[in-house]
């Protein structure tokens, strides 16, 4: 009975955990789709502010561009199973460029052919404007809890230390 039980366990801990990381219903793909987009296009505009001249001029602004490939990545597990290889594909690209410090525009063309693609493929406005404008104040706060630590309250990082040498 001991035996019986547990294996029911082991069949509904690998049930749940393969439900966790299915794919998302064609129905619900858009949002998947829609974060996948902005968080490579995010990606890229960080990685913009962070390199100039072929230098890194400001490190922070390169590890979020990392971090926000690798949220492009999770999010990436979601789409359709032959999505997913070759999307991972393309961000293990786009990670590997922004480590060997490609020149922005080389690096914002490729994260702009990704997400057209996705786009493209599944039907999906990458660049939808909100239906109303979004709250001033809850901006405010997530910026104060998200940004501040880096970017500073007034929106920009201090000097890099870097820059300098």
Do not use: W
Not at 65 to 84: G, H, I, K
Not at 95 to 108: E, K, N
């Amino acid at each position: 009975m001991i035996l019986i039980n547990a294996t029911r366990l082991l069949i509904l801990a690998a049930a749940l955990q393969q439900q966790e990381q299915a794919p998302a219903p064609q129905a619900e793909l858009a949002p998947v789709v829609q974060r996948i987009a902005t968080t490579v296009q995010l990606a890229a505009q960080e990685y913009r502010v962070g390199v100039q001249g072929g230098r890194v001029v400001a490190p922070a602004e390169i590890e979020e561009s990392l971090l926000f490939l690798a949220e492009a990545r999770r999010t990436a597990e979601r789409l359709p199973v032959d999505a997913v290889k070759p999307t991972l594909g393309a961000l293990d690209q786009l990670t590997a460029s922004v480590r060997r410090t490609v020149d922005p525009d080389s690096l914002a063309a490729s994260a702009h052919a990704l997400t057209a693609g996705l786009a493209e493929r599944y039907h999906v406005d990458v660049d939808q404007v909100p239906a109303s404008a979004p709250s001033l104040a809850r901006g405010a706060q997530v910026y104060q809890q998200s940004c501040a630590g880096c970017h500073g309250l007034g929106g920009h990082p201090p000097p890099c230390p870097m820059a300098s040498a």
